[in-house]
């Protein structure tokens, strides 16, 4: 089992940068693959990001390519996901998922069994 805890979420004005980060305890954390979603208000959850358990192998929704940069710190148990040209419509609620084992990086909500709390972005316009 593993517990996560995302942080660095915010207030921030259009065009500006966060650095959300997921911290995990628990189990060996190279040993999960980990990936960020996001729910906005009345939508349903969607995928941002997502890294393999050695950083190999990384994967990003359209909406975010370009933007918004996926990494992981092994020995620090932590994930972390850097948002930069912030647009209004990126404002949600951020979640780390973490799967155990898992080889290949999806997209998919139900593949992932371990979630975070969640942390606020809000983006300005």
């Known amino acids: 089992q593993v517990q996560l805890v995302e942080s660095g979420g915010g207030l921030v004005q259009a065009e500006g940068s966060l650095r959300l980060a997921c911290a995990a305890s628990?189990?060996?954390?190279?040993?999960?693959?980990v990936a960020w979603f996001r729910q906005a208000p009345g939508k349903e959850r969607e995928f941002v990001a997502a890294?393999?358990?050695?950083?190999?192998?990384?994967s990003y929704a359209d909406s975010v390519k370009g933007r918004f940069t996926i990494s992981r710190d092994n020995a620090k148990n932590s994930v972390y996901l850097q948002m930069n040209s912030l647009k209004p419509e990126d404002t949600a609620v951020y979640y780390c998922?973490?799967?155990?084992?898992?080889?290949?990086?999806?997209?998919?909500?139900?593949?992932?069994?371990?979630w975070g709390q969640g942390t606020q972005v809000t983006v300005s316009s």
């Open positions: 890294i393999s358990r050695t950083s190999t192998t990384t």
């Open positions: 628990g189990r060996t954390f190279s040993s999960y693959a």
């Open positions: 998922a973490a799967d155990y084992l898992r080889l290949v990086v999806t997209q998919r909500r139900s593949d992932y069994a371990y």
